[in-house]
Structures are given as structure tokens and as C-alpha cells.
């Protein structure tokens, strides 16, 4: 059932892929609501991709908040490696970006396993980073990695199987690290044990409490940045949604624990919690399938709408 429920999301992602072929044209600012000083930049998380086939794993956010006259990057990082490789490959497409628009420092912005990986950016080069928000964030680990390391084999079958559809979900968005995706190694990183470790390294940020807040403004290495974290705890949110079965059967992995099916919402929290409760789960986080999510759910683009306005008052 385990390695079912893994496949499940990789053959949907490749679907998706191919349904749609040509790109969103590029949207024209009309409003100045979002235009933040510096730049957004979007992280997307485990088996993620900036961009397949036109279609944005943030699905049409980057286009609403550059009509609100937002700069936004979208970051390609690998699918499926550690947090600190795939920081590494999102501090290099930032020093490109700074290079070439003159650019300062960022928003960053990141969803599930992007929610580490923008924290190892802003620990590792402090002076470019105003601002971490994280969105359903594997910040304390996932049930559903635990369970699934802990019934896979190594080399076997399955692993073999699901590494080689992550590595075409990566050749597929053009990530030049696609080779390099592996199913074990990122189910390390995203297990309990994993992050645990990793934020022992990278702790600012992190709640004072158990499943509480953190400061809304910690420096590291005297760089000021401020910190937010948001997350739903829906799971069968919309019934044309494809995505919903597969995030139904995974959220069983964590009983009682409020969860969106793939991350709880205590491991969700870092920095300042704007919201923890959403009637969203993992995908509609990102206003995925499609942008289908619950008939009566707040819509997620608004969300990151007025988190870009939240840091332009902040002189951000």
C-alpha cells in the first residue's frame, strides 16, 4: 500500500504535465498592492518543479502577483535531494538573479521540503534574505516519510522504480540536477530524525514552545530576517480534486494529529504562525490541481497576495 500511495503522486504529476502545453502568456502589473522592494521568490517542495510543460507548480500565483506589480523568481531546485543540496542550487540561481537585475536581497517563499530549503539559504547567506515565509512546511519531519523510509528497501524494486519517475519529473522541468534526484535521500531529509538534525544546524526561527510560535524578526549572523510560517489542516477538499484520495489515504498516518496529508500542523510552525488551520490541504496550498480546492475554502492566491502586501508595510 506504501509503495502505491508514492507512485500514485508521480504518475499524477507526470499527467499533469502533459495536459497542459503551451505557457500562461506574462501578466502586466495593474496594481501596486504586491510590489514588495525586494524580489519574491518561489520554492517549490518534494517531487516539485518550477514549470512542466507550462504548467507552474504555484499554480497561477506568480502571474496574479506580478499583476499586482510584484517581482517574482521561481526557483528550480532538484525534486528529491537533501535540504542543503537543494540550497545550495536555490543560493546559485539567486546570486544569478542578483547578477543580472541588480538585485539586493529577497523574499523568499517556500512550500513543503521549500520551507527547509529557504531556510538554509537564509543561514547560510543571511545578507540576502529579508524575509522567510514557509507554507506547509516539513520543518520537525513528516509521518507519511517516516512510515514510507521505513518500509522501503534500499536498491530494491520500488526505490529503483520511484527514483527514475522523480528524475524524469526533474529532466522535465529542466532542472539541471535531474540525475542526481533520489527517493531514500530526500525521505531522510523530510523524516523526523532528518530534520531534526538540520535544524539543529539552522535554528532561528524556530518555535519557543512545542507547536508554538517563533519571533516574527531573528537575525543571523547580525542580518535581520523576518520569519512566517501558514498551513492548512484540510484533507478531502473538493471532489473533482484527483489529488484528494491519494492525501486522504496518506493523512491516515497521522490518527488524531491535524494535518493537510502530508505535513502536521505543529511540524508546520516556524517563526511568527500567521495561520495553522486553513481548509486547505498539501496541494491547495499552492491553489493546486489546477487551482481546484473546497467550494467554500479561502482562495491560496489571495493568501500570498496579502503576505506580499504584509511584507511591503514592513519595508520589505
Excluded at 520537525?140 to 536498491?155: E, M, Q, W
Aim: glycine share 10%; net charge neutral; proline share 5%.
Amino acid at each position: 500500500m506504501i509503495q502505491s500511495l508514492i507512485r500514485r503522486p508521480l504518475l499524477t504529476a507526470c499527467a499533469l504535465a502533459a495536459a497542459v502545453m503551451a505557457a500562461a502568456p506574462a501578466a502586466h502589473a495593474t496594481t501596486t498592492a504586491s510590489k514588495t522592494k525586494h524580489p519574491i521568490v518561489l520554492v517549490h517542495g518534494f517531487i516539485g518543479f518550477d514549470n512542466i510543460l507550462g504548467i507552474q507548480y504555484f499554480y497561477d500565483i506568480p502571474k496574479q502577483l506580478r499583476a499586482d506589480g510584484a517581482t517574482v523568481y521561481i526557483a528550480s531546485v532538484n525534486p528529491s535531494q537533501t535540504t542543503e543540496f537543494r540550497g545550495e542550487e536555490l543560493i546559485q540561481q539567486m546570486k544569478q538573479w542578483a547578477a543580472k537585475d541588480g538585485v539586493t536581497r529577497f523574499n523568499l517563499i517556500g512550500h513543503s521540503h521549500g520551507g527547509p530549503t529557504v531556510r538554509y539559504a537564509a543561514g547560510t547567506v543571511p545578507a540576502m534574505v529579508a524575509s522567510v515565509t514557509t507554507v506547509a512546511a516539513t520543518h520537525f519531519g513528516s509521518k507519511v516519510a517516516d512510515d514510507i523510509l521505513a518500509n522501503t528497501t534500499p536498491d530494491g524494486g520500488f526505490d529503483k522504480l520511484a527514483t527514475a519517475g522523480l528524475q524524469l519529473i526533474g529532466w522535465l522541468s529542466g532542472n539541471s540536477t535531474a540525475k542526481q534526484a533520489d527517493l531514500l535521500t530526500a525521505l531522510n531529509a523530510l523524516s523526523s530524525e532528518g530534520s531534526a538534525a538540520f535544524n539543529a544546524k539552522f535554528p532561528v526561527g524556530a518555535p519557543t514552545t512545542p507547536c508554538g510560535n517563533g519571533p516574527e524578526v531573528a537575525s543571523v549572523a547580525g542580518h535581520p530576517i523576518r520569519w512566517y510560517s501558514v498551513s492548512g489542516t484540510a484533507v478531502k477538499t473538493n471532489g473533482w480534486d484527483i489529488s484528494d484520495a491519494i492525501l486522504g489515504a496518506t493523512a491516515k498516518y497521522f490518527g488524531d494529529e491535524p494535518n493537510d496529508g502530508l505535513v502536521s500542523k505543529c511540524s508546520s510552525h516556524w517563526g511568527k504562525v500567521l495561520k495553522d488551520d486553513y481548509a486547505w490541504n498539501h496541494l491547495d496550498e499552492v491553489n493546486q490541481v489546477l487551482g481546484i480546492v473546497g467550494r467554500t475554502a479561502p482562495d491560496p492566491v489571495a493568501f500570498y497576495k496579502a503576505q506580499a502586501s504584509r511584507l511591503k508595510l514592513a519595508g520589505l
